[in-house]
Structures are given as C-alpha cells and as structure tokens.
T-cell receptor, first 113, second 115 residues
Framework: GQQLNQSPQSMFIQEGEDVSMNCTSS?????WLWYKQDPGEGPVLLIA?????ELTSNGRLTAQFGITRKDSFLNISASIPSDVGIYFC?????????????FGKGTKLTVNP | GAVVSQHPSWVICKSGTSVKIECRSL??????MFWYRQFPKQSLMLMAT?????????EQGVEKDKFLINHASLTLSTLTVTSAHPEDSSFYIC???????????FGPGTRLTVT
C-alpha cells in the first residue's frame, strides 16, 4: 500500500531556531497536507498544498509540494515553545470514490526555552 | 469555520459492552466523514469512510460487524464499538470534509478504555 516516509522522527531544538522536516513517497498524491497534533487532541490542519511545486506560507510556517508530487517539506522559522507537538504529513488521493489520507509516522518536536 | 466535534471525549467501559461515539460537523455540511484509530505514539490509521445515506466503506482488516458506522445526516456520523474488548482501547478520531475545498478537518478525538 501507499506509505509516507517522514523524517526526522524527533527533533530537540532551542527556542528561536528554525526547523525543517520532510516527507517522501513512492506514490503520487493529488494534495499534500501538514497537520499538528497536541497530546490528547485531534490533528489541526496547518497547510494544504494542491499544485506540484507550490510553496505556501502560514505565518512562521512554510511548506512546499514537490515537483514530482511525491514529496513535501515543512519549515518552521523562529520556533517558540508552543510549537511543541507532533507534526504529520499526509498525502491525499482518490481511492474507492473518496479522497483518502495516508499519514506519515510523525515528527515529534521539542522546543527548549 | 470547519469545526468538528466529538462526544464523548473519553469513555471507560467494561469488556463485552458497546460504546457509541458521535462526530459532528458544526458549521458545515460534510459530504464525507472518516474514522481513524490511533495507538500511543503511532500515526493515524484509517478505519472507514462514510458518506451520508450510504453504507460505510471499511479498510482492509477492520471488522465491519464490530465497528458499526452510521452516517444519518450531513452533520452527524456515529461509530459504535460492539462487544468491546481491552484490545479495542485506543484513541478514536473522526474527520469531515466540506464540499470544497476537499480538506479533512479533525475532531478532538475520543479516548476509549475497555476494562
């Protein structure tokens, strides 16, 4: 089945540092999404990417959809303590008549004040 | 906008009983709703896809008779875990998609513990 390889698995950084994480896949996706999940909560959508090569920003977050539609990266600039959480990439593709998501395994971010 | 709620947020039940979890889209009509299960320190695994007024489509390996899904309206889907066992203990999360853009918005999740 389709799989997303997300890296790194975890990151420990100092407040103020920039962060970069990425996802790759052997499959092509129509849409790429990045979510953040806090403990005991559902994922919250951060950025959605629709076009190959698209670069989109949301505040301190920037994400790009790879030209081949098989990869994406997420950058967080000037990290702050509230950036702590687990970040998931997700590829969206049409399966069985529905747009389904395939999730990466997540990147756990720890920010030291 | 695009708010999804779940109820209850946590539930403890005894082995052999059934538990119903509700998922509601509060400010939009959801053409499709999805149910996921997440074990500790793991990613989300899709269990089933439901469209209003039709039978749910279950992912391979998910028992449809154990996890009953009803999508009675464009704003409500329910997941019933029947004859629950301790191995069913998990974090269950629903998501819903508005007609456009076709992005999934997630509920806050329901923590199920079966004793």
């Amino acid at each position: 089945g389709q799989q997303l390889n997300q890296s790194p698995q975890s990151m420990f950084i100092q407040e103020g540092e920039d962060v970069s994480m990425n996802c790759t896949s052997s499959s092509i996706f129509n849409t790429w999404l990045w979510y953040k999940q806090d403990p005991g909560e559902g994922p919250v959508l951060l950025i959605a990417l629709y076009k190959a090569g698209e670069l989109t920003s949301n505040g301190r977050l920037t994400a790009q959809f790879g030209i081949t539609r098989k990869d994406s990266f997420l950058n967080i600039s000037a990290s702050i303590p509230s950036d702590v959480g687990i970040y998931f990439c997700a590829g969206q593709t049409l399966q069985g008549g529905s747009e389904k998501l395939v999730f990466g395994k997540g990147t756990k971010l720890t920010v030291n004040p | 906008g695009a708010v999804v709620s779940q109820h209850p947020s946590w539930v403890i039940c005894k082995s052999g009983t059934s538990v119903k979890i509700e998922c509601r889209s509060l400010d939009f009509q959801a053409t499709t709703m999805f149910w996921y299960r997440q074990f500790p320190k793991q990613s989300l695994m899709l269990m089933a896809t439901s469209n209003e007024g039709s039978k749910a489509t279950y992912e391979q390996g998910v028992e449809k008779d154990k996890f009953l899904i009803n999508h009675a309206s464009l704003t409500l889907s329910t997941l019933t875990v029947t004859s629950a066992h301790p191995e069913d203990s998990s974090f269950y999360i629903c998501s819903a998609t508005p007609p456009a853009p076709y992005e999934q918005y997630f509920g806050p999740g329901t923590r199920l513990t079966v004793t």
